[in-house]
């Protein structure tokens, strides 16, 4: 029991209480006591490693797994956003035709007014035209 509590070099695995109390209790007495009681016997430090490397394995698993859940979710948002892109510019791209169409429109209708105007004779009415910005109108 002694040598169970003496300290350990670096890098050896440690026994709490309850280990040593159980591994003393099973070497000394019957296995009836630490099953009544619901105490397993102590794994020796091979199977604990080796539950210690299939507890890594497991948690390298489900960080994988994790992780490649967020890169599928990633990608597929991605995915997503990319055919929106496209969608808007095609979209931006009907709406410059459009606003081409109209120019062309506006640009014959004034071209017309100021025809008409001109048959009208020389009125002394001024009227103004529509040059296809919004920023200035001709006289």
């Known amino acids: 029991?002694?040598?169970l509590r003496?300290?350990?070099a670096e890098g050896e695995p440690t026994f709490s209480s309850v280990q040593v109390v159980t591994q003393m209790l099973s070497q000394n007495s019957s296995h009836n006591f630490l099953k009544s009681v619901g105490i397993k016997q102590v794994a020796s430090t091979k199977s604990s490693s080796s539950n210690e490397s299939e507890l890594r394995e497991q948690l390298t698993a489900e960080a994988t797994a994790a992780?490649?859940?967020e890169i599928d979710d990633l990608r597929k948002r991605s995915e997503e956003a990319e055919e929106k892109l496209v969608r808007t510019q095609q979209e931006l791209e009907e709406y410059k035709k459009i606003t081409e169409i109209?120019?062309?429109a506006i640009?014959?209708?004034n071209a017309l007014l100021k025809r008409i105007l001109s048959l009208n004779g020389g009125s002394s009415t001024r009227a103004?035209?529509?040059d296809g910005h919004f920023?200035?109108?001709v006289l």
Do not use: I, R, S, T
């Open 1 to 3: 029991m002694e040598a």
């Open 67 to 69: 992780v490649q859940g």
């Open 135 to 137: 920023d200035h109108v």
């Open 107 to 109: 640009a014959e209708n």
């Open 128 to 130: 103004l035209f529509y």
């Open 102 to 104: 109209n120019n062309k």
């Open 6 to 8: 003496a300290p350990v």
